[in-house]
T-cell receptor
Framework: SQKIEQNSEALNIQEGKTATLTCNYT??????LQWYRQDPGRGPVFLLL?????KEKRKERLKVTFDTTLKQSLFHITASQPADSATYLC?????????????FGKGTKLSVKP | DAGVIQSPRHEVTEMGQEVTLRCKPI?????LFWYRQTMMRGLELLIYFNNNVPIDDSGMPEDRFSAKMPNASFSTLKIQPSEPRDSAVYFCASSLSRVSGELFFGEGSRLTVL
């Protein structure tokens, strides 16, 4: 079955810098990949979805890339702010095409210091 | 819309007791998902429904777990009998579409089994 690895449990950066988070998967390339933000004690909140035929997607200060050759997605937050501190989860389908089972990585906890 | 509503937010119970978690999805959403989140395993998909029909319950850990969706606006996850290892945060999420739709999560039900 598909496995997801978010290779940093925690990432600490200075305010104003660009945060880059990594999501790797092991098996077949999914049709799409999603990124979520989770604050302590809250449910995950959807941020961005990128499809396999898209190399890059942007939303305000957020940018996601999807490299099916490397089996990797990168999530960037430019001009980071302390309010960006949260855990970021990547998710993709584990259905081998059925696109029903959305599985999540364990997340990367981002801390942005002022 | 109020979003996905889960109850109770917190539940403390003793081993062997029955636990029922409840979820009201967003009106008009066709798919409903139950996830469990722990530090060790992250977010795990337990079961999902499409148009009130269970599609895949392969993530349900044991026969002690059961889920129902009697109508489009209500779902329950029941654990009977509960065990300490069931302690986790249980999330319900809904989606407009099972295929590549973003998930809208509730705030979760934190279960502690003593």
């Amino acid at each position: 079955s598909q496995k997801i690895e978010q290779n940093s449990e925690a990432l600490n950066i200075q305010e104003g810098k660009t945060a880059t988070l990594t999501c790797n998967y092991t098996n077949y390339s999914p049709a799409y990949l999603q990124w979520y933000r989770q604050d302590p004690g809250r449910g995950p909140v959807f941020l961005l979805l990128i499809r396999e035929n898209e190399k890059e997607k942007r939303k305000e200060r957020l940018k996601v890339t999807f490299d099916t050759t490397l089996k990797q997605s990168l999530f960037h937050i430019t001009a980071s702010q302390p309010a960006d501190s949260a855990t970021y989860l990547c998710a993709l389908d584990d259905g081998g095409g059925s696109q029903g089972n959305l599985i999540f990585g364990k997340g990367t906890k981002l801390s942005v210091k002022p | 819309d109020a979003g996905v509503i889960q109850s109770p937010r917190h539940e403390v119970t003793e081993m062997g007791q029955e636990v029922t978690l409840r979820c009201k999805p967003i009106s008009g959403h066709n798919s409903l998902f139950w996830y469990r989140q722990t530090m060790m395993r992250g977010l795990e998909l337990l079961i999902y429904f499409n148009n009130n029909v269970p599609i895949d319950d392969s993530g349900m850990p044991e026969d002690r777990f059961s889920a129902k969706m009697p109508n489009a606006s209500f779902s329950t996850l029941k654990i009977q009998p509960s065990e300490p290892r069931d302690s986790a945060v249980y999330f319900c999420a809904s989606s407009l579409s099972r295929v590549s739709g973003e998930l809208f999560f509730g705030e979760g039900s934190r279960l502690t089994v003593l």
